[in-house]
């Protein structure tokens, strides 16, 4: 099947045309069946096809496809606000607005904390990942490939560096870069906000440092500046609860979210402090697909579900599932390259390294290879594309999870 129609700056990690999928599996278009543990890059909490959310699809589509909502309200959007809003754990007044995805979520995002503080720079981490948009290449925390050949990006951002046990980086030594930044680079009154990941996902699935965050909320305090977290991969139960920055002992100004809030249908929202939300003036936020109204009936159906229960129940099944696999490929000294677990709950991933801790970016590429040949779809992450997301869906039937470990396991024993 020829691709020339499309865009070759497209990078495709696994050269298969899909036809159809169910809860954690998917089938190519020459019937091969997969076990998928990318779940589109975390958009598939509830898995392909969850029957409440295709089910809310089909009734919205036979009401209302489609209205702009700055133009006319309706139903669908002002539900799932207020819904939303409520499943937001803060203890202040919530309010947002729909996106078409994560990436407009940061960007409108920075409009309101722009507005809201009348300064501009930003304080970003480094192997953050926000968006591929123009304002948000500038936010994450790597170069290649996503800012390279385009040029001088919007700005002031400035990066630290990401304290995590995951990843070796220590909060003394985030808070020294930090004293740094402020005496060197750029004064502190002119910095807007901060924007964080409780989990990092494309840098690598590393867990924030408890510490660091809460010393990173007293610093906002006590300079003004407000702090984002950006939840689009890391929420909607992924970590075993509504949203990873719980774990952190924090409360952010604004939040980030997108990818699993609609059950695989476009869908973000940036939500927040009802005083920073209402700062612009009228017209200055909104979109003419922003909060379509069968967008919004899947994210009802998608709240519907994720109950408090049933996340905890399926990201403790998962993540016990995961960790017991690893530390006993451990124990076994499965292979020579594997590496550490990385990440908190649900959201694990798994390094590849050399003896010497250097990142084993060509094994992984053998990984993903030999996966894919024996069923189980698996996507890169980290700086080197050296260590393994595993994303696949909260609902996946504990057999079906267990036979993508047994694939993962035979698969690494031939890593050369």
């Known amino acids: 099947m020829s691709r020339e129609t499309i865009s070759q700056s497209i990078s495709i990690v696994h050269p298969i045309n899909l036809s159809h999928g169910k809860n954690a599996e998917v089938w190519d278009t020459a019937g091969k069946r997969y076990i998928d543990f990318i779940g589109g890059i975390g958009v598939l909490n509830l898995g392909h096809c969850h029957p409440a959310v295709v089910d809310a699809i089909r009734e919205q589509a036979t009401r209302l496809t489609h209205y702009a909502f700055n133009a006319a309200p309706h139903m669908p959007y002002i539900d799932l606000m207020e819904r939303l809003t409520a499943f937001i754990p803060v203890s202040y007044p919530v309010s947002g607005m729909l996106t078409n995805s994560g990436a407009e979520a940061a960007e409108n995002a920075l409009k309101i904390v722009r507005g809201a503080t009348g300064r501009t720079a930003v304080i970003a981490f480094d192997g953050a990942f926000h968006g591929r948009t123009l304002a948000t290449l500038n936010l994450n925390g790597k170069v290649a490939p996503y800012k390279q050949k385009v ?158 229960e049933h996340l905890q129940v399926w990201g403790s099944r998962q993540e016990e599932a995961i960790v017991r696999r690893y530390q006993a490929w451990r124990a076994q000294h499965l292979s020579p390259y594997l590496g550490r677990l990385t990440g908190v709950g649900a959201m694990r991933g798994i390094e590849l390294a050399h003896a010497d801790g250097t990142p084993a970016a060509k094994q992984l590429t053998q990984l993903l290879s030999l996966a894919r040949a024996a069923g189980l779809l698996l996507m890169p992450s980290g700086k080197s594309r050296h260590i393994i997301r595993l994303l696949a869906p909260l609902t996946i039937e504990p057999a079906v999870l267990e036979e993508g470990l047994d694939k993962l396991e035979a698969c690494l024993k031939q890593l050369d």
């Open 151 to 308: 040029g001088v990006l919007p700005g002031p951002v400035y990066h630290l560096p990401y304290p995590s046990a995951d990843n070796g980086v220590t909060c003394a030594e985030a808070l020294k870069a930090m004293d740094r930044l402020f005496s060197v680079e750029i004064d502190v009154n002119d910095v807007a906000c901060f924007i964080i990941e409780p989990v990092q996902g494309e840098g690598g699935f590393l867990a924030l440092d408890t510490e660091f965050a809460q010393a990173m909320r007293r610093f906002c305090d006590e300079n003004n500046i407000l702090l984002i977290a950006d939840e689009i991969q890391s929420g909607f139960g992924r970590t075993g609860q509504r949203f990873a920055f719980s774990r952190l002992g924090i409360e952010p100004d604004l939040i980030l979210l997108g990818k699993s809030i609609a059950g695989g249908v476009p869908l973000g929202a940036v939500v927040g402090r009802k005083a920073l939300m209402d700062n612009l003036p009228k017209g200055g936020l909104g979109g003419t697909y922003s909060g379509n109204p069968i967008a919004c009936a899947a994210a009802l159906a998608t709240l519907d579900v994720m109950t408090d």
